[in-house]
C-alpha cells in the first residue's frame, strides 16, 4: 500500500520520484505562480489607485487596458495556487488566463505599450512550459 498525501495528489503518490525533468517543470510551475502573484499585486495597486500618477490612473487607461487589469486581478491569484499545487487545472487557467490576456493586450489600440511588453513576455513563459512540458513526457517515456 502507498502512502497517499493530498498536497502532492495532482503529481502522483508522494512515494514515486520526480524525475530531474518532472522536477524543473515543478519548479518551473512554481516560479510562475510567484509571477503571477507579483502580476496580482501590481494589478490591484492600478485599480485601487495606489501609485496616483498621470501614467497608473486606472481611469485614464483605455477599455481595453482596463479589461486586461481586472482580467489578471482576478484570474492570476486562482491560476496561481493550482501552479504551485501541480495540479493540471492550474495549468489549465494559467493558459487560458494567458491566452486572453495576449489577445487583449493585442487588441488595444492606444496606450498599452507596457501591457505588450507583458503580451511577449507570457508568451515566452508559454513557450518555456511547452519546452519543459515535453521534456519531461519525453523523460517518462524512457
Known amino acids: 500500500m502507498t ?7 495532482a503529481l ?6 520526480l524525475g530531474p525533468w518532472q522536477q524543473r517543470v515543478l519548479l518551473y510551475l512554481r516560479a510562475l505562480a510567484c509571477f503571477l502573484l ?17 501614467t ?4 485614464t487607461l483605455s477599455l481595453a487596458a482596463q479589461s486586461a487589469v481586472i482580467w489578471a486581478a482576478i484570474m492570476n491569484p ?13 495549468v489549465v487557467l494559467w493558459l487560458v488566463t ?15 505599450g507596457s ?6 513576455v507570457e508568451t515566452l513563459l508559454v ?5 519543459l512540458a515535453y521534456k519531461a513526457a519525453r523523460e517518462m517515456e524512457d
Not at 502580476?39 to 485599480?47: M, N
Not at 494567458?98 to 498599452?112: D, F, H, K, L, Y
Not at 501591457?115 to 511577449?120: E, R
Not at 513557450?127 to 519546452?131: D, I, L, S, W
Open 3 to 9: 502512502h497517499y498525501d493530498p498536497i502532492d495528489a
Open 12 to 17: 502522483g503518490p508522494a512515494t514515486n520520484p
Open 38 to 54: 507579483l502580476k496580482t499585486v501590481y494589478s490591484w495597486t492600478l485599480v485601487c489607485g495606489i501609485w496616483d500618477g498621470q
Open 56 to 59: 497608473t490612473r486606472f481611469e
Open 78 to 90: 486562482v491560476a496561481a495556487v493550482g501552479l504551485w499545487l501541480g495540479a493540471a487545472w492550474g
Open 98 to 112: 494567458t491566452m486572453v490576456q495576449i489577445m487583449i493586450n493585442a487588441s488595444a489600440p492606444e496606450g498599452v
Open 115 to 120: 501591457l505588450i511588453v507583458v503580451a511577449v
Open 127 to 131: 513557450a518555456g512550459y511547452g519546452f
